[in-house]
Nanobody, 115 residues
């Protein structure tokens, strides 16, 4: 089993920055995909960014503003969010996919960006 615990969310003003962290425990392998998704009120959960080994992938809406990184020694994935916009307001979820591509989710952390 895999457990994911997010932290770092909060309330910021537009243009400011936040750094999210996700600590993973259990059967974690550094070669498996980890990522961040988000869900705004009344909307579907959407991909924000993923990382597998050194390969990263970003949603168009965050590319150039957000950076995903991973510390395999700590089994932790980070999301550095810069130039935040009100549209970035959502609950952010950490995701891990095992060798069968089965997804595991954290409990989520709220990010609110005021204009």
């Amino acid at each position: 089993q895999v457990q994911l615990v997010e932290s770092g969310g909060g309330l910021v003003q537009a243009g400011e920055s936040l750094r999210l962290s996700c600590a993973a425990s259990g059967s974690i392998f550094s070669t498996n995909v980890m990522g961040w998704y988000r869900q705004a009120p009344g909307k579907q959960r959407e991909l924000v960014a993923t990382i597998a080994r050194s390969d990263t992938n970003y949603a168009d809406s965050v590319r150039g503003r957000f950076t995903i990184s991973r510390d395999n020694a700590k089994n932790t994935v980070y999301l550095e969010m810069n130039s935040l916009k009100p549209d970035d307001t959502a609950v952010y979820y950490c995701n891990y996919q095992d060798w069968r591509s089965r997804p595991f989710w954290g409990q989520g952390t709220q990010v609110t960006v005021s204009s």
